[in-house]
């Protein structure tokens, strides 16, 4: 398969991911959403990892994978708080800070 | 077609097709595990890449404790679905337009990076054509603790922060 | 055409599937080998007979239980979530079957030279064999949280968190003590752990894991007790606790189907342990081909010992369980791999 598969496949998943962020309304799914372009991301440095013959791509990922770990436990921290406050995960239903 | 181009197009099927329902669900529950299905087929493709530490690691990490810690979010808080709760029914959404045209850009970014790529020199060789890869665990390591060491030492940091911050955020005020 | 049909007969593909298919029906005859042998551990550790009307010595007391399974009624909740609730049993048993595929049971043999060369008795001789199985156990857990889930009540909710809590608080001792291992030997494949550990020191005390390493295999055989969640850990399923934790609602089949993973969990963890520590398929007086009769005498002696444990000590309660997993267990294995480091620098191992 060649590089360009890959990175169309990578493209591809990250403007789901993207689609994703911008047409839901709910916050678990906007956090899930963020998680499918990091491993859009991750996809895309395995390939070149893989093209270039270094294990760096690899290694990338786990920095990578980590950083989404800890990004997904703080953000759900957030929606815990948020959801206790207006019973809603609707983005829309916390603009207080709104003029 | 070759067993390998069957492979990659079964699990970058799956992949994406995974990723397409989570978006298109309304039941979270539904959501998080599209997302589960869709990393064991990016999971495949580190196998056909050549990385299968990487592959058994996304699958630990990712959809074995990340995805389990969603789900559990999703099942103590009993999160409805989209649209169904109290501030939901009070304040409907009238603005449908933005949502469609947001989709029709979407579509347009993937069609400006396929058309980018096709433009880019060099998209055609093979990924597996030029060096031999390398899928040694001994040598993962040995790079992580030697060239990326600060980095590693940094990511142990942010991780004890994420956890002080999540266990700080999540806890419930005594007023 | 041509080459598929030689590739699908030729004697490798076919050992090949042999292999697969008895491990397949092995894992589930073990199964329900343990069934009878804790109903007869349980009874003689409590001083009464057990199962003993059905067959000669109630031989055939699985298969009657097996039957009975399968004529009962299957019930399902109104409120249940159907999809989650029919394929949580199956995620369950799935993930308890494939966990066994990268364990290895005996050395690689040509099958009394019908093979052109040596084949490896395991299902998928994979190089990262060991995070392999963790993985697909960390799967396991999704079997057990959706039928808490699906099952829509509150028992069965409740049960099914805190049973996944307790499998994924667990896992990380699991992870180090397998670690730890992993260091010594030098390789993440099983196959190659094992081959470690051939050979004897002064003749006589053979070249285990266990013996390098003790403070691992108790470690790694409490975290796994936990994670099939089996007394003393066995809190979230226990009967005077939670009527029966994550799998209340279920009955028939899809019960048959929870309480066949949990065996088959059981089994697995013991094989890993044997391949881990106890040297796998190597023993005395017994020539190398038919190693695998010693793994099966050593998983059946690790196998009752999981049934000694579950009918002599008294359970954990929750967050006394919790507490011993995070806060006793997860730093001594922490330090033991530091341990085990400074000594595998030192001596050079």
């Known amino acids: 398969m060649s590089i360009g598969h890959y990175l169309v496949l990578s493209g591809l998943l990250f403007s789901v991911g993207a689609a994703g962020v911008f047409l839901r309304r709910n916050l678990i799914t906007l956090l899930l959403s963020v998680e499918i372009m990091l491993n859009a991301v991750n996809l895309a440095f395995v390939a070149f990892g893989r093209q270039l013959g270094t294990v760096d791509g690899q290694i990338i990922t786990f920095f990578v994978m980590t950083v989404a770990a800890a990004e997904a436990a703080v953000g759900l921290a957030l929606v815990i708080g948020l959801f206790r406050h207006r019973e809603s995960l609707n983005p829309e239903a916390f603009t207080s800070l709104k003029w | ?175 | 055409m041509g080459s598929l049909l030689d590739y699908l007969t030729a004697p490798t593909t076919i050992f090949y599937l042999a292999v697969t298919m008895t491990v397949f029906l092995a894992l589930q005859i073990s199964a329900a080998v343990m069934v009878y042998a804790e109903r007869k551990v349980a009874a003689f550790m409590q001083q009464r007979y057990g199962p003993y009307l059905v067959g000669p010595k109630g031989l055939l007391q699985p298969i009657a239980d097996i039957v009975k399974l399968v004529f009962k009624e299957e019930l399902k909740p109104k409120a249940a979530d159907t999809l989650l609730f029919a394929a949580a049993p199956v995620i369950s048993a799935v993930a308890a079957f494939t966990a066994f595929a990268p364990v290895p049971f005996g050395a690689s043999t040509t099958f009394f030279g019908l093979l052109p060369e040596p084949m490896p008795l395991m299902v998928a001789d994979v190089n990262v064999g060991v995070l392999v199985i963790f993985a697909i156990t960390s799967m396991g857990v999704y079997g057990i949280v959706l039928a808490g889930w699906a099952s829509n009540s509150k028992y069965s909710l409740l049960g099914g968190l805190r049973s996944s809590a307790q499998m994924i608080s667990y896992e990380l001792a699991y992870g180090m003590a397998l670690a730890t291992i992993v260091m010594l030997a030098g390789s993440l494949s099983l196959r190659e752990i094992v081959d470690t550990q051939s050979g004897y020191w002064f003749g006589f005390i053979p070249k285990w894991y266990v013996f390098i390493n003790p403070i691992s295999f108790m470690i790694f055989a409490t975290a796994g007790v936990a994670e099939t969640n089996r007394a003393p850990f066995d809190f979230p399923e226990a009967e005077q606790e939670l009527v029966a934790g994550y799998h209340t609602e279920y009955s028939s089949m899809r019960f048959a189907l929870f309480f066949l993973a949990e065996y088959i969990n059981m089994v697995t963890v013991a094989a890993v342990s044997v391949n881990l520590f106890l040297g796998g398929w190597h023993g005395p007086f017994i020539p190398e081909a038919y190693g695998w009769i010693w793994f099966l005498i050593k998983l059946s002696v690790l196998c009752f010992g999981y049934l000694w444990l579950r009918w002599t000590l008294p359970r954990f309660r929750y967050d006394q369980l919790m507490a011993f997993g995070w806060k006793l267990l997860l730093p001594l294995a922490t330090i033991n791999l530091l341990v085990s480091a400074a000594g595998v620098l030192y001596f050079g191992l």
């Open chain 2, 1 to 175: 077609m070759g067993s390998d181009q069957l492979l990659f197009f079964g699990f970058a099927g799956v992949s994406v097709l995974g990723s397409l329902f989570v978006i298109g669900q309304r039941n979270p529950i539904y959501s998080v595990l599209a997302l589960i299905v869709s990393f064991f087929g990016l999971s495949g493709l580190y196998v056909l890449l050549e990385a299968p530490f990487v592959a058994v690691v996304q699958i630990i990490i990712y959809a074995g404790a990340i995805m389990v810690l969603f789900l559990f979010v999703v099942m103590l808080l009993n999160v409805p679905r989209e649209g169904e709760s109290e501030w939901d029914k009070a304040h409907p959404n009238f603005r449908p337009w933005p949502m469609r045209i947001g989709a029709v850009l979407s579509v347009l970014m993937v069609t400006e990076l396929v058309w980018a790529l096709s433009r880019t020199p060099g998209m055609t060789i093979g990924v597996a054509d030029e060096r031999p890869g390398n899928s040694s665990v001994a040598e993962l390591g040995r790079v992580l603790f030697t060239d990326y060491m600060f980095a590693f030492e940094v990511t142990s940091i942010l991780i004890l922060i994420a956890m002080v911050g999540a266990v700080t955020l999540a806890k419930k005020r005594e007023h």
